[in-house]
Every structure is written in structure tokens, then in C-alpha cells.
């Protein structure tokens, strides 16, 4: 008996493992071999058609006294920061709006899904042509109404650049936060809002004691994945600025591309993109919490 | 576990307690800003698909022109785009590669999501924890090592750089998808077909996906959309312009210094972006539960 029950159990080990062959084997040999890779070669001072040697940290050194990759470190945490802010907020306000009651309610869900289905690159091109120094159809409109007198240079000035990509950003965002937070709030039982409202609490009172507790595992959830996305975004500032006017908008994605890819300094590059990783480490521990979190709220066993 | 369809569902019928609010007040505080925060979000389509149908001569002449309108609709740039470019080449590049990358990610998703939830082999809560953290890794940061990964399997500007390199992005996704998916079908039926004899291969094939087809189509259209979406992969892996995809090749073809070139550019955005879109219409509500059933479970 207790033969057949470990014979059993390797079968089902033996079976798992064929199962799992596939996926292990694409992960393993695009994601985590390259991952162990990028590592490797950013203590080397590789170039496009060399391996490189081992430099240890110089790599390291020389970005961290790098004026323009102290630039890319600090717009890619003001980036992150300023924009999972916003599209947060909005995002929940518009989750909130679109919880309630009214006609024609699932197409006005689909509609505000649409900037998170076309693809970045092309909607990206959409706001290049809206921010275009001379024909800016938003300069077009204010200077229709009278409240500026020139042209707005929305991506040839830093500051302007900056603010212009970030709401390009949060544009692009907030739909994914809105319907992920949308389809957290359709689980908040409505007795307790009922319950709530004969005790006389205000909205901002329900909002806060049951809407928010409430919602807190999934916003842990979904806004980790955001930032996440936020902090390694390539391809707006690729198709808006390319991280200009003079460096202002480069990301830390961007600069590891322009390194590595067009100046052809492959371990450079990689010391830039591996400095991301602590970054996401920070992320993905906050994920972690959230989850443990909602498990115990469950009450969910380990299943 | 909740059901990713019936949270969605749920809740549309009942009135809830909106009868406490009157119709004024719903006005300012509902639909008000609901309206503006749908307007800015559907501007740059329209903007988008205005000017991909505007004469030339009117896309940098504001002043005699209204921008926001156009009394004349053209084809001319739709026109040049598909007859005058490599246009439809990118177009059948991207579906190709799309299809099959979300086809080899779903047949490895299956696998990998059936074994951790029903074969429970020893280690596959770990197993279901590391495919998490794989969803966790941006291709920002692989794409510097996996381009002289590329380039030494000698996959570079070929399509299989591409579809062999987007299931890494599509898998952990699908799988955990999936996962949620086969947890939902009783334990009972599979105890029952194995009791008649069916083997575990039986059992997936004619029981476990006929049941999970919901899910299967949520994992394929999404992936189908983070392939199409995927840029910074295909810049760097595809050199040659016939290979390329519609993000990338529309954002080298058109940037040279013609100042019309908004129109082809426009018209190349939007034509990119119909067929998910046409898509998405059709499967709206397998979409927002890919969306929402990933990050909820």
C-alpha cells in the first residue's frame, strides 16, 4: 500500500514536470537566462559584435557620476510618482462614477477601455501630432478663445516636455486603473451601504469606512502593477520626445536603449537597466504584502 | 474566488439606492464629469481619424479652415497608405506574429496552469509563485541581454525573434489566468472520467478546455493585443523594413521631413489600431475579465 501511494506520487512529480516542460522552457531560455545575462553584462564593457571582459563596478561607476543618467533617475522617479498620483485618483474617481446607475452603463464601459486597447505607439503618434509646436490643435483652441497669444512649444521646452509626456501617460493609464477598480468595487456587498445610509452616514463617510477598506487589496494590486509599468515605459517618451529637448525627458529605459542599441556600449547599457531593478524589487515586495493581505482578509486557505 | 463574468454582470439590474439622489443633482455630480473625463479620453481617436481623412492642403491651414471638421473627407491618405507603402506587409507581419506567439503561449499556459491547479505536483505552489514574479519582469530591462541572445540563436531580423521571445511577456499571464479558470471546474467530473478510465491527457482534452473555453478566448484576444502593442522588442530584433511590424515601421516611414506627413501617419495609426479595436467590440467582456481576473487573482 504505502508502495503504490509513493509510486503515485512520483508519477504525478513526473507528470507535472512533463506538463510544465513548455512554459519552463521559453521562460527559462528568454527570460531568465537573458535576466542572469544582463547582470553578467553589465560588469562587462561589451560592445555590439564583442563579448567584453570582466570590469567590475565600472560600469556602475561611471553612470552614477553621469550627469545625463542622474537626470534619467531623477525624471523616471518624478515620472512614476506624478503619474501613478493622477491616474490613481482618476482612475478611482472614474471607477466610482461609472459603480453607478445609469443609462447605456456597459457601453460607457467599453468606450473608456479604448485608449487601453490601441496600441501605445500609434495613440502616442495621435498625441504628437495634438502637442505639434505649430499646429497644436489644443495652441488652436486657447488661442480661439483668447487666453494665450503665441503658439504653447508643448514638447521643445523641458518643463513643458515633462508635463506634456506625463499626461500622455496618465491618458493612457487610467483606464486599466478605472475598470480594475470598478470590477473590485461590483464586489463590495451593496448591505452595507444600505446599513450604512439608515445609520446616517454621509457618501464621504461610506466612501471612506467601507468603500476604501475595502478596496485596499486591489489597489495594492493594481496600482504595483502601474508603477511597475510606469517606472520601465520605453515607448511614449520613444515616439513624443526621445528623451528631449536635451535629455530632459529621458527615461531609464530610453537611456539604456540609446546606450546600448544606437551607441553600441552593450555593458553600459546594461548597468543602466540592471540600476532598474532595485526599483522593482521595491514594487513587487509591495505587491507581495497586498496579496498576503487579502488572503487573510479572505479568510482563503492555501489552495 | 469570484466568478470574473458575474462581478461584471452583477449589480445592473438592482437600482441600488440612486432613487436617493435627484436628477439635477445626478447631473453635476454624475454625468458632468463623466462626460469630460470621456471626452478627453476619445479626443485623440477623433482627432486621429480627423485628420487621416483631410486634404492635405487643409491639415496646416488653420485659419481658413475649422481644424475640428472637415467638409471635404478624402481617402487620399488611406489610399497612399495601403497602394503607395509596405503598409499591408506590416499589417500581415504583426497578425503573424501575434497568432502565433498567443498560440504557442496558450498551448504552454495550458499546460503549466493545469498542472499547478490539478496535477498539485510537489512544488507547484512554488512553481505558480515563480510564474507570478515572470510577470513581473518589464521588457525594458531584458531586451539589451536577449538581443545577443537573438543574435547568437541567429534569430535576429527574422520573425521567430519575435514570436519566440513574446510568449516570455504572454505566458505568465495566460497561465495565471488559466489557473483561475481551471479552479473553478469541480473536482468531481475529472474523479469521474478517472474512475472510467480516462487518462490525464483524456481528461484535459474532453473535459478540462471545453469547460475553460471562456477563459481561453480571455487569454487569447489579450494576448493577441500585448503582441500587437509590443514596441521596444520589435525595434530592436527586426532590422529589415519588410519585416517590421506596424508600430515600429509606421514611426520610421513616416518621419522624414515631408511636412504632410501628418496624414499618412494618421492614417497608418488608425488603420494599426481598427482591428483590435473590431476586435475588442466583439469581446468586450472577455477582455475586461482577462483584465481584471489576472490582477484579482
Same mark, same amino acid.
Given at each position: 500500500?504505502?508502495?503504490?501511494?509513493?509510486?503515485?506520487?512520483?508519477?504525478?512529480?513526473?507528470?507535472?514536470?512533463?506538463?510544465?516542460?513548455?512554459?519552463?522552457?521559453?521562460?527559462?531560455?528568454?527570460?531568465?537566462?537573458?535576466?542572469?545575462?544582463?547582470?553578467?553584462?553589465?560588469?562587462?564593457?561589451?560592445?555590439?559584435?564583442?563579448?567584453?571582459?570582466?570590469?567590475?563596478?565600472?560600469?556602475?561607476?561611471?553612470?552614477?557620476?553621469?550627469?545625463?543618467?542622474?537626470? $534619467? *533617475?531623477?525624471? /523616471?522617479?518624478?515620472?512614476? @510618482?506624478?503619474?501613478?498620483? #493622477?491616474?490613481?485618483?482618476?482612475? %478611482?474617481?472614474?471607477?466610482?462614477?461609472?459603480?453607478?446607475?445609469?443609462?447605456?452603463?456597459?457601453?460607457?464601459?467599453?468606450?473608456?477601455?479604448?485608449?487601453?486597447?490601441?496600441?501605445?505607439?500609434?495613440?502616442?503618434?495621435?498625441?504628437?501630432?495634438?502637442?505639434?509646436?505649430?499646429?497644436?490643435?489644443?495652441?488652436?483652441?486657447?488661442?480661439?478663445?483668447?487666453?494665450?497669444?503665441?503658439?504653447?512649444?508643448?514638447?521643445?521646452?523641458?518643463?513643458?516636455?515633462?508635463?506634456?509626456?506625463?499626461?500622455?501617460?496618465?491618458?493612457?493609464?487610467?483606464?486599466?486603473?478605472?475598470?480594475?477598480?470598478?470590477?473590485?468595487?461590483?464586489?463590495?456587498?451593496?448591505?452595507?451601504?444600505?446599513?450604512?445610509?439608515?445609520?446616517?452616514?454621509?457618501?464621504?463617510?461610506?466612501?471612506?469606512?467601507?468603500?476604501?477598506?475595502?478596496?485596499?487589496?486591489?489597489? $495594492? *494590486?493594481?496600482? /504595483?502593477?502601474?508603477?511597475? @509599468?510606469?517606472?520601465?515605459? #520605453?515607448?511614449?517618451?520613444?515616439? %513624443?520626445?526621445?528623451?528631449?529637448?536635451?535629455?530632459?525627458?529621458?527615461?531609464?529605459?530610453?537611456?539604456?536603449?540609446?546606450?546600448?542599441?544606437?551607441?553600441?556600449?552593450?555593458?553600459?547599457?546594461?548597468?543602466?537597466?540592471?540600476?532598474?531593478?532595485?526599483?522593482?524589487?521595491?514594487?513587487?515586495?509591495?505587491?507581495?504584502?497586498?496579496?498576503?493581505?487579502?488572503?487573510?482578509?479572505?479568510?482563503?486557505?492555501?489552495? | 474566488?469570484?466568478?470574473?463574468?458575474?462581478?461584471?454582470?452583477?449589480?445592473?439590474?438592482?437600482?441600488?439606492?440612486?432613487?436617493?439622489?435627484?436628477?439635477?443633482?445626478?447631473?453635476?455630480?454624475?454625468?458632468?464629469?463623466?462626460?469630460?473625463?470621456?471626452?478627453?479620453?476619445?479626443?485623440?481617436?477623433?482627432?486621429?481619424?480627423?485628420?487621416?481623412?483631410?486634404?492635405?492642403?487643409?491639415?496646416?491651414?488653420?485659419?481658413?479652415?475649422?481644424?475640428?471638421?472637415?467638409?471635404?473627407?478624402?481617402?487620399?491618405?488611406?489610399?497612399?497608405?495601403?497602394?503607395?507603402?509596405?503598409?499591408?506587409?506590416?499589417?500581415?507581419?504583426?497578425?503573424?506574429?501575434?497568432?502565433?506567439?498567443?498560440?504557442?503561449?496558450?498551448?504552454?499556459?495550458?499546460?503549466?496552469?493545469?498542472?499547478?491547479?490539478?496535477?498539485?505536483?510537489?512544488?507547484?505552489?512554488?512553481?505558480?509563485?515563480?510564474?507570478?514574479?515572470?510577470?513581473?519582469?518589464?521588457?525594458?530591462?531584458?531586451?539589451?541581454?536577449?538581443?545577443?541572445?537573438?543574435?547568437?540563436?541567429?534569430?535576429?531580423?527574422?520573425?521567430?525573434?519575435?514570436?519566440?521571445?513574446?510568449?516570455?511577456?504572454?505566458?505568465?499571464?495566460?497561465?495565471?489566468?488559466?489557473?483561475?479558470?481551471?479552479?473553478?471546474?469541480?473536482?468531481?467530473?475529472?474523479?469521474?472520467?478517472?474512475?472510467?478510465?480516462?487518462?490525464?491527457?483524456?481528461?484535459?482534452?474532453?473535459?478540462?478546455?471545453?469547460?475553460?473555453?471562456?477563459?481561453?478566448?480571455?487569454?487569447?484576444?489579450?494576448?493577441?493585443?500585448?503582441?500587437?502593442?509590443?514596441?521596444?522588442?520589435?525595434?530592436?530584433?527586426?532590422?529589415?523594413?519588410?519585416?517590421?511590424?506596424?508600430?515600429?515601421?509606421?514611426?520610421?516611414?513616416?518621419?522624414?521631413?515631408?511636412?504632410?506627413?501628418?496624414?499618412?501617419?494618421?492614417?497608418?495609426?488608425?488603420?494599426?489600431?481598427?482591428?483590435?479595436?473590431?476586435?475588442?467590440?466583439?469581446?468586450?467582456?472577455?477582455?475586461?475579465?482577462?483584465?481584471?481576473?489576472?490582477?484579482?487573482?
Amino acid at each position: 500500500m504505502a508502495l503504490n501511494w509513493t509510486e503515485l506520487r512520483m508519477n504525478r512529480n513526473w507528470l507535472g514536470f512533463w506538463f510544465m516542460l513548455p512554459a519552463a522552457a521559453f521562460l527559462i531560455a528568454f527570460l531568465v537566462y537573458p535576466l542572469g545575462l544582463g547582470i553578467w553584462l553589465s560588469f562587462t564593457d561589451a560592445r555590439i559584435g564583442t563579448p567584453g571582459k570582466f570590469i567590475g563596478l565600472e560600469n556602475y561607476e561611471w553612470i552614477i557620476g553621469d550627469s545625463k543618467f542622474q537626470t $534619467a *533617475v531623477f525624471f /523616471t522617479l518624478l515620472y512614476t @510618482f506624478v503619474a501613478s498620483v #493622477f491616474k490613481f485618483a482618476i482612475g %478611482l474617481y472614474l471607477a466610482l462614477l461609472l459603480n453607478q446607475n445609469m443609462p447605456f452603463k456597459a457601453i460607457m464601459r467599453a468606450i473608456i477601455l479604448i485608449p487601453f486597447i490601441v496600441p501605445t505607439v500609434l495613440s502616442a503618434i495621435a498625441f504628437w501630432w495634438i502637442y505639434d509646436p505649430q499646429f497644436s490643435i489644443i495652441s488652436w483652441s486657447l488661442k480661439q478663445l483668447g487666453w494665450i497669444e503665441g503658439n504653447i512649444d508643448f514638447l521643445g521646452d523641458p518643463w513643458n516636455a515633462r508635463w506634456s509626456v506625463i499626461f500622455a501617460n496618465v491618458w493612457r493609464g487610467v483606464p486599466f486603473i478605472a475598470i480594475s477598480l470598478l470590477a473590485g468595487l461590483q464586489t463590495v456587498p451593496p448591505s452595507l451601504y444600505e446599513a450604512a445610509t439608515l445609520d446616517g452616514a454621509s457618501p464621504w463617510q461610506m466612501f471612506v469606512r467601507i468603500t476604501y477598506p475595502l478596496l485596499t487589496p486591489i489597489i $495594492a *494590486v493594481v496600482m /504595483t502593477f502601474s508603477v511597475l @509599468f510606469t517606472f520601465t515605459d #520605453f515607448q511614449l517618451i520613444k515616439v %513624443l520626445t526621445n528623451g528631449g529637448p536635451a535629455g530632459a525627458t529621458e527615461l531609464m529605459a530610453t537611456m539604456s536603449y540609446n546606450t546600448a542599441i544606437l551607441g553600441s556600449r552593450i555593458g553600459e547599457g546594461a548597468a543602466v537597466s540592471t540600476a532598474m531593478v532595485p526599483f522593482l524589487l521595491a514594487a513587487i515586495m509591495f505587491s507581495w504584502f497586498g496579496l498576503q493581505r487579502r488572503k487573510w482578509q479572505q479568510g482563503d486557505s492555501d489552495d | 474566488m469570484t466568478d470574473p463574468k458575474s462581478t461584471l454582470a452583477g449589480g445592473d439590474e438592482s437600482e441600488g439606492m440612486s432613487y436617493l439622489s435627484t436628477l439635477p443633482r445626478r447631473l453635476v455630480t454624475l454625468y458632468l464629469p463623466l462626460s469630460i473625463i470621456v471626452i478627453v479620453l476619445l479626443f485623440p481617436f477623433y482627432w486621429m481619424t480627423v485628420t487621416a481623412v483631410k486634404p492635405k492642403e487643409h491639415l496646416l491651414d488653420l485659419e481658413t479652415h475649422n481644424p475640428f471638421w472637415t467638409v471635404s473627407p478624402t481617402l487620399e491618405h488611406i489610399n497612399d497608405l495601403l497602394f503607395k507603402t509596405d503598409y499591408p506587409l506590416w499589417l500581415w507581419n504583426t497578425m503573424f506574429i501575434a497568432v502565433s506567439a498567443t498560440i504557442l503561449s496558450l498551448i504552454a499556459s495550458v499546460f503549466a496552469a493545469y498542472a499547478i491547479v490539478r496535477i498539485r505536483y510537489r512544488g507547484a505552489q512554488t512553481a505558480g509563485g515563480l510564474i507570478f514574479l515572470a510577470y513581473l519582469v518589464p521588457p525594458s530591462i531584458l531586451f539589451i541581454p536577449l538581443s545577443t541572445v537573438v543574435f547568437q540563436y541567429g534569430l535576429f531580423d527574422t520573425p521567430f525573434a519575435l514570436i519566440l521571445t513574446y510568449p516570455t511577456i504572454l505566458i505568465p499571464f495566460s497561465t495565471w489566468l488559466l489557473m483561475g479558470y481551471f479552479k473553478t471546474i469541480p473536482y468531481e467530473l475529472e474523479e469521474c472520467a478517472l474512475i472510467d478510465g480516462a487518462t490525464r491527457w483524456q481528461i484535459l482534452w474532453k473535459i478540462v478546455l471545453p469547460l475553460a473555453i471562456p477563459g481561453l478566448i480571455s487569454a487569447a484576444i489579450f494576448s493577441l493585443t500585448l503582441c500587437w502593442n509590443e514596441f521596444i522588442y520589435a525595434l530592436t530584433f527586426i532590422n529589415s523594413t519588410e519585416k517590421k511590424t506596424v508600430p515600429v515601421a509606421i514611426l520610421s516611414a513616416f518621419t522624414d521631413g515631408d511636412q504632410y506627413r501628418w496624414g499618412s501617419l494618421m492614417a497608418g495609426a488608425l488603420v494599426g489600431s481598427l482591428p483590435l479595436v473590431i476586435l475588442y467590440a466583439f469581446f468586450v467582456e472577455h477582455y475586461v475579465s482577462a483584465m481584471t481576473g489576472a490582477v484579482k487573482e
